[in-house]
């Protein structure tokens, strides 16, 4: 079965500081696709950043890069430079192509950047 | 492309009544997700469609909820009856059968069931 596991319900971070949010997975396809999604306080699903599991760079977008480490079953969200904007819940999914592409979420994690 | 659209945005109703959520897809996607999001629960999948044709109803919580999907732009989640733990923030979702290709997701429904 596949799992997303965010172990890091709420973290904090310093202003300008960089911070990790861990996400693991599991599952036995040869090729998924993983994504980091923000969920600010209004609510809506804001897609950050995607990482192929054929991929052999690490993605990145702007001050947002992904940790990947395939034997380890980890992609790792790394926010660099935090700003206040950056507080929100962030989740972590994984997609497969069975019949169409499936998507599974993990159960995100609550990011507060102190000023 | 304006996106997935959802309907209506807040939705308040008294329990027992029937409720229906509507989504639009994005033009061309081929798979469409109603999700229901808790603080108890988190995100939950509640069913998932590929080309019109429901694969995975696994999530679906009770036989009051019902998904329809009748043509590739447009689905509704129905509620009959609702109960006030039915309460939460249900999204819809779609994406084009690609690995590398995100879910988009709409801005949600927010139902209330007093």
């Known amino acids: 079965a596949q799992k997303i596991t965010q172990t890091q319900p709420g973290m904090f971070v310093q202003e300008k500081e960089a911070v990790t949010l861990d996400c693991t997975y599991d599952?036995?396809?040869?090729?998924?696709?993983l994504f980091w999604y923000k969920q600010p306080s209004s609510g809506e699903m804001i897609f950050l950043i995607y990482q192929g599991s054929y991929d052999q760079q690490n993605a990145t977008e702007g001050r947002y890069s992904l940790n990947f480490q395939k034997a380890r079953k980890s992609a790792n969200l790394v926010i660099s430079a935090s700003q206040l904007g950056d507080s929100a819940m962030y989740f972590c999914?994984?997609?497969?192509?069975?019949?169409?592409?499936?998507?599974?979420f993990g159960t995100g994690t609550s990011l507060t950047v102190i000023p | 492309d304006a996106g997935v659209i959802q309907s209506p945005r807040h939705e308040v109703t008294e329990m027992g009544q029937e409720v229906t959520l509507r989504c639009k897809p994005i033009s061309g996607h081929n798979s469409l997700f109603w999700y229901r999001q808790t603080m108890m629960r988190g995100l939950e999948l509640l069913i998932y469609?590929?080309?019109?044709?429901?694969?995975?109803d696994s999530g679906m919580p009770e036989d009051r909820f019902s998904a329809k999907m009748p043509n590739a732009s447009f689905s509704t989640l129905k509620i009959q009856p609702s109960e006030p733990r039915d309460s939460a923030v249900y999204f819809c979702?779609?994406?084009?059968?690609?690995?590398?290709?995100?879910?988009?997701f709409g801005q949600g429904t927010r139902l209330t069931v007093v």
């Open positions: 599952t036995s396809d040869p090729s998924y696709g």
């Open positions: 469609f590929n080309n019109n044709v429901p694969i995975d």
């Open positions: 979702a779609s994406s084009k059968d690609s690995l590398n290709t995100e879910a988009f």
């Open positions: 999914a994984m997609s497969r192509i069975i019949t169409g592409n499936q998507f599974y």
